[in-house]
Every structure is written in C-alpha cells, then in structure tokens.
C-alpha cells in the first residue's frame, strides 16, 4: 500500500452538523489533510535523500503518488543496486528521462506513468537487460521508439499509451520474446505497418494499436500468436482484409473482453479470404 497517517477526527456537535458553513468549513479542512503536498521535488523527498546517502543499501524506491514537481535528478544514476523505481502518477514531475537510467542495470520494474515527463526515452534504457516491466503511459514524451530497445531481452509489460510517439513499430520488437502485455494506443502519430516479426511473440496475450496512424493490412504470422486474448486495433488505418490466420485465433474468441475490431468486422460481413 501507499501508507499514509491515519486522520482522527473529533465527533461533531449538533451544531457542526446543521450549519451549512461549519460543515463547508469542516469539509475543506478534510480534504485539504487528506490531500499529498505539492510543490515537493524528489530530490527533497526522505526516501530519495536516504538512496543517495546510502546508495548500496537501496534496493527500492518508491514514491507515486505524491503530486511530487520537478525533474528526475541525474544522481539517480549512481543507485546501482536499485530492482525497482516508482514515480507513477504524481503528474507535476516534468523534463526530460535522464540518460543515467540506463545505469540501474539491476532493475526490474520503472513506473514513470502519469507525470509530465517530456522529450524521447533515452536510447541508454537498452542497457536494462533485467528490466521485466516498463511503464511510460500517460505522459507527453515523443518521437520514436529507441533502437536500444532490443536490449530489453527480459522486458514482459511495456506499456506506452497515450503518449506522444511517433515513427513506426520496429522490427526488432519480434526479438523481445518474454513480452505479453504490448499497449501502444492513442499514439495519433505513431505510423507505418504492423511488422511480421510480431508474430515471434508467442508468449503475447495482449497487443493494443487502436487509435494510431498505423496501416497497411495485418500481417499472416500474427496467427501465431496463440495466447493472445486481447487485440484491439480499432481506430487504425489498417487494410478491411483479414488474415484467416488471424481471424481464427482461438483466445480472442473466448476472452470476454477480446473487443477485436477485425472479428467485429468479419461478423459483420467484411471479412474477405
């Protein structure tokens, strides 16, 4: 859990309750107790504090939601035993990912999700060949997916929604064979064609391209992906023609929440062999 110090308060009297301003008042001073402090930076915060001053013993370090502002100091570089780095959704964190990510090479899990982080992911996070999940969801960084991406060899979770990426699926994410939960969606730049080397991630279970200027048709190999329940690609330009390979795969049939825009279409009538 998160934590945080449990509020007391004392009963209210009769009065409190049937005066409207004294309940306004007592509402405001609740809410305003309950709510993180703004304004602090990471760099200010004790647990981060505790990292620098004893960077061997730190392993963890943990402060989402906290409404923490600023940016990710350089010195987070130098935690080099650190497995797992938690900023998600503290939204006022802004600039850009600095390059000394990619000495955490002992990590295993980075939630930078729901901040203001802006700028590209720094080619140096391929150095995290440990790193099993990667979430950057919701946040306003750009451009391309980095090539040093294929450094990522134990990478299982990535997503990357609703940010502002651009470019096109590389090839070379068919190399990262642990994947199972792609989410690339609502990126409106993000262009060109479905890879057939996607269809190498046999460990898949959910791929999400919906809302993208990705086109072109779906490749056959994405009929391999056997584990895959969930494939939504609504929203995209891709060609009406589906591949039987893929319009058989029997997970998407099953799984409830298998919204796939092309077996809608297929029932539809549109389906073309």
């Given at each position: ?42 760099a200010e915060h004790a647990d981060y504090e505790a990292c620098l001053f004893s960077p ?139 890879p057939s080397q996607l269809g190498e991630l046999t460990a898949l279970s959910v791929l ?66």
């Open positions: 859990g998160r934590g945080g110090a449990e509020l007391r308060m004392a009963p209210a009297s009769k009065e409190a309750v049937t005066t409207p301003a004294s309940l306004l008042l007592a509402t405001f001073f609740f809410a305003a107790a309950t709510q993180p402090a703004r304004g602090a930076v990471l061997d013993s730190c392993t963890v370090l943990s402060v989402p939601n906290l409404a923490l502002t600023g940016t990710i100091p350089t010195e987070v570089g130098t935690f080099s035993l650190l497995t797992a780095f938690n900023l998600g959704s503290n939204r006022f964190m802004t600039g850009t990912l600095p390059t000394e990510l990619g000495k955490l090479t002992a990590l295993t899990a980075l939630y930078l999700d729901l901040n203001s982080f802006a700028g590209f992911l720094p080619e140096e996070l391929g150095e995290l060949s440990l790193l099993r999940e990667l979430y950057v969801f919701q946040t306003s960084l750009a451009g391309a997916l980095p090539a040093g991406m294929l450094g990522l060899t134990s990478l299982q979770v990535f997503h990357a929604y609703e940010c502002n990426l651009s470019g096109s699926l590389p090839q070379a994410l068919g190399t990262l064979s642990r994947l199972t939960d792609l989410r690339l969606n609502d990126n409106p730049l993000f262009a060109g064609t479905v999400l391209l919906s809302d993208t200027a990705i086109s072109g048709a779906l490749p056959t190999e994405l009929g391999a992906l056997r584990a895959c329940s969930v494939m939504l690609v609504a929203g995209a330009s891709l060609s009406r023609r589906i591949p039987t390979e893929v319009g058989f795969l029997s997970a998407l049939g099953t799984f409830p929440l298998g919204l796939f825009c092309t077996l809608a279409r297929w029932r539809s009538g549109d389906y073309e062999k």
